[in-house]
């Protein structure tokens, strides 16, 4: 059984940065293709950014691009997310999700973690 975890989350001035981590436990998170998705109050979950099984390649969505970067570190069996130059409309929840690698939906997540990016 996957069980994804995350943590990292906070209260961050705009400009700031907080990295964001996920725990993986019952597979290795470079056997899954991993993303973030995030959820605005009110508004719907929408995608952040994925790493791909095995090769690792990298999205982004368009609004995190050049801000954000996606990782996995395969010692400590996590994925990572490095925001950057938060804005406001930054502030969400983030969750953590993986798929199988033939999957057309992710079928594990993670609680979410808070995110509030505020002056």
């Known amino acids: 059984q996957v069980q994804l975890v995350e943590s990292g989350g906070g209260l961050v001035q705009p400009g700031g940065s907080l990295r964001l981590s996920c725990a993986a436990s019952?597979?290795?998170?470079?056997?899954?293709?991993m993303a973030w998705f995030r959820q605005a109050p009110g508004k719907e979950r929408e995608f952040v950014a994925h790493?791909?099984?095995?090769?690792?390649?990298?999205y982004y969505a368009d609004s995190v691009k050049g801000r954000f970067t996606i990782s996995r570190d395969n010692v400590k069996n996590t994925l990572d997310l490095q925001m950057n130059s938060l804005k406001p409309e930054d502030t969400a929840v983030y969750y953590c999700?993986?798929?199988?690698?033939?999957?057309?939906?992710?079928?594990?997540w993670g609680q979410g973690t808070q995110v509030t990016v505020s002056s």
């Open positions: 999700a993986g798929k199988e690698a033939f999957s057309a939906s992710y079928e594990y």
């Open positions: 019952g597979r290795t998170v470079s056997s899954l293709s």
């Open positions: 790493i791909m099984y095995s090769i690792g390649s990298k």
